[in-house]
C-alpha cells in the first residue's frame, strides 16, 4: 500500500527555536496533505491543508506565522513550528490521501 | 456538517471478552469509513475499511460494518487480548475534499 514517511520521528529543542518536520509520500503524488496536532489522550486535532504550489489553509484557531507549511512539490510538505515553546510541544502526524488517508509515523515534538 | 462521534472511554475488560466500540457519523454523501488504532507513543494505524454501505472490514479478529441505515460503523472483536490495549478511533472520508474527520478516540485497557 501507499506510504507516507514523516521525520524525524521525535525530537527535542529549545524554547525559541524553530523546528522543521518533513511529511513524504513515497510512491504516490500528493497534490494535498494534511497537518494533525494530538495532545495527550486526545484526539488529533486538523491544524492545517498543506495544498501543492499554493499557500496552506489554516483551520480556525490555529496560528499561520507559528506553524509554517511548505508544500514545494508533489512529495513532500513541511511544517515549521517557529519560536516554539513549551505549550508547543506535543505529536505532530501528517496524512497524504490517494483513495484513503494514509498516515506518517508522527513526531514527538518536545520544547524545553 | 461531517461529524464523527464514538463511545467514551476508557473501556476496560478482562482477556478474551468480547468487544464492542460504537461509532456513528453524520455526512452529506457517501464517505468511506475507518478505523484506526494506535499503540502507546506511536503513530496512527489503519485496521479496517469500508468503502460502501454494507461492505464489512476485518483485520486481526476486529470487524466492522458500514450500516447506512443507522449511520453506524461499530467495532468488533470476539476474544480480546492484552495486546489489543490501545487507542481506536472511528474515521470518515470524503473523496471530494481528501478531508478525514476523526472521533474523539476510545482508549481500551484489556486486563490479562
Known amino acids: 500500500g501507499a506510504v507516507v514517511s514523516q521525520h524525524p520521528s521525535w525530537v527535542i529543542c529549545k524554547s525559541g527555536t524553530s523546528v522543521k518536520i518533513e511529511c513524504r509520500s513515497l510512491?504516490?503524488?500528493?497534490?494535498?496533505m494534511f497537518w494533525y496536532r494530538q495532545f495527550p489522550k486526545q484526539s488529533l486535532m486538523l491544524m492545517a491543508t498543506?495544498?501543492?504550489?499554493?499557500?496552506?489553509?489554516?483551520e480556525q484557531g490555529v496560528e499561520k506565522d507559528k506553524f509554517l507549511i511548505n508544500h514545494a512539490s508533489l512529495t513532500l510538505s513541511t511544517l515549521t513550528v517557529t519560536s516554539a515553546h513549551p505549550e508547543d510541544s506535543s505529536f505532530y502526524i501528517c496524512?497524504?490521501?490517494?483513495?484513503?488517508?494514509?498516515f506518517g509515523q508522527g513526531t514527538r515534538l518536545t520544547v524545553v | 456538517g461531517n461529524s464523527v462521534t464514538q463511545m467514551e472511554g476508557p473501556v476496560t475488560l478482562s482477556e478474551e471478552a468480547f468487544l464492542t466500540i460504537n461509532c456513528t457519523y453524520t455526512?452529506?454523501?457517501?464517505?468511506?469509513l475507518f478505523w484506526y488504532v494506535q499503540y502507546p507513543g506511536e503513530g496512527l494505524q489503519l485496521l479496517l475499511k469500508?468503502?460502501?454501505?454494507?461492505d464489512k472490514g476485518s483485520n486481526k479478529g476486529f470487524e466492522a460494518t458500514y450500516r447506512k441505515e443507522t449511520t453506524s460503523f461499530h467495532l468488533e472483536k470476539g476474544s480480546v487480548q492484552v495486546s489489543d490495549s490501545a487507542v481506536y478511533f472511528c474515521?470518515?472520508?470524503?473523496?471530494?475534499?481528501?478531508?478525514?474527520?476523526f472521533g474523539k478516540g476510545t482508549r481500551l485497557h484489556i486486563l490479562p
Open positions: 469500508a468503502t460502501k454501505a454494507d
Open positions: 474515521a470518515l472520508f470524503m473523496n471530494r475534499d481528501d478531508k478525514i474527520i
Open positions: 455526512a452529506t454523501g457517501y464517505p468511506s
Open positions: 498543506s495544498n501543492e504550489g499554493s499557500k496552506a489553509t489554516y
Open positions: 510512491d504516490f503524488q500528493a497534490t494535498t
Open positions: 496524512s497524504a490521501s490517494y483513495r484513503e488517508a494514509f
